[in-house]
């Protein structure tokens, strides 16, 4: 039987369908404040933006002038091998039994990834079998369960709550979750919580993941962004870490190089090579010139991170101490790029985002854009400059005064 022209149409169309596991990922929600700042935008309003997550300040100069001489080297120019510049492992093997005094073996347990996103989101693909399930935290960064959707997996929240400190509650989960579970992602210092995790913590998770026989993939991208002194750990420094665990590090927030998508992972060495098997199935590694870079980012100076720290806990208690004068609750971060702070009484987190864009032309991120369990708080960015974040303070405080 002919078939008829729009008949064509409508098949090629259906074909252009994404696949179910595009389907099945969560719907974007923010369509409406979206719109409003889009509006405000077109009529040229000055829209203060603190629901960026991605650092204001260059990357240090001597790391970009490490790349641009790389790049003029002939063999940089070609295919990086799989498995990361040798040179860049030993590097990092180095970095790390500094910063953590943990060694590790420069080419069973490192792995260079393309951005420590693309680790996080391969290593749900590396790991899970269709229908196992994957215990996140929630609030989170969106990419843990994403990506364990795409793999076939089941996600399972842990509640971060303010009563625990926005740590991962381990005794709530119930014994017969904790045995389906195939993995667990965590992250301190936290995103979007700012919270840390002290050694305890740290300890408990281990002896969890022994217990049930799961994975921990623990997310450390800041690490290195702390204050008042504070100094991050590493899953893999705690006895038996290493056994149980692969950790996600990226150069993107310590040296201001999230465009330049260069991570690492660590850790167990069984789990490193699978991930190492699929991503050879999938890219071909991180181009060698930033991985030149990043060498000389991992041995150069201190100074330009704790600079960049410095920068960040200035900005912090700028927006801690707008938010006691608001009433606004908020914790005193120890790390991170954030202030997570509690919406007044009688709004949700969409809604009081939205009434600081309609009224004092300022963006926060809703709480509720990483996990359910984010309702009620929104997120404050510290990547913007002083100026505009003291104008932004003012204007939040200004439009809550007027509403008094
Ligand atoms: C920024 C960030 C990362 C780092 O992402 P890259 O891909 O390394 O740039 C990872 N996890 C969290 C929670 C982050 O906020």
Known sequence: MAVSHSDYRKEQITSMRPAKRI?????YMFTRIDQLLEKKQQEGADIINLGIGDPDRPTPEHIVEALCQAAHDPANQRYPSYYG??????????WFEKRFGVALHP???ILPTIGSKEGLAHVSWALINEGDWALLPNPAYTVYKTSVILAGGR?????LLEEND????????DARTARRARLLYFNYPNNPTSAVADGAFFERAIQFAKDYDLVLCHDCAYSEITFDGYKAPSLLQFR??????????????????TGWR??????????????ATLKTNIDSGVFNAIQHAAIEALEGPKEPTEQTCLIYQNRRDLVIETMEQIGLKAQKPQGTMFVWARVPPGFTSESFSQKLVREANVFVTPGSAFG???EGFIRISLTISDERLKEAMERIRLCLSAGK
């Not at 996600?155 to 509640?159: F, G, S």
């Not at 926005?166 to 989960?173: I, P």
Request: net charge negative; proline share 6%; charged share 25%.
């Open 23 to 27: 389907e099945n990922l969560p719907p």
């Open 85 to 94: 510049l040798k040179r860049l492992r030993d590097t990092i093997s180095l």
């Open 107 to 109: 080419d069973r347990e």
């Open 155 to 159: 996600p399972y929240d842990l509640p």
């Open 166 to 173: 926005f740590l991962v509650d381990f005794d709530s989960v």
């Open 240 to 257: 038996a870490g290493k056994d149980v665990g692969i950790e996600f590090h990226s150069l993107s927030k310590t040296f201001n190089m």
């Open 262 to 275: 260069i991570g690492f992972a660590v850790g167990n060495s069984e789990l490193i090579d699978s991930l």
């Open 372 to 374: 359910s369990f984010g």
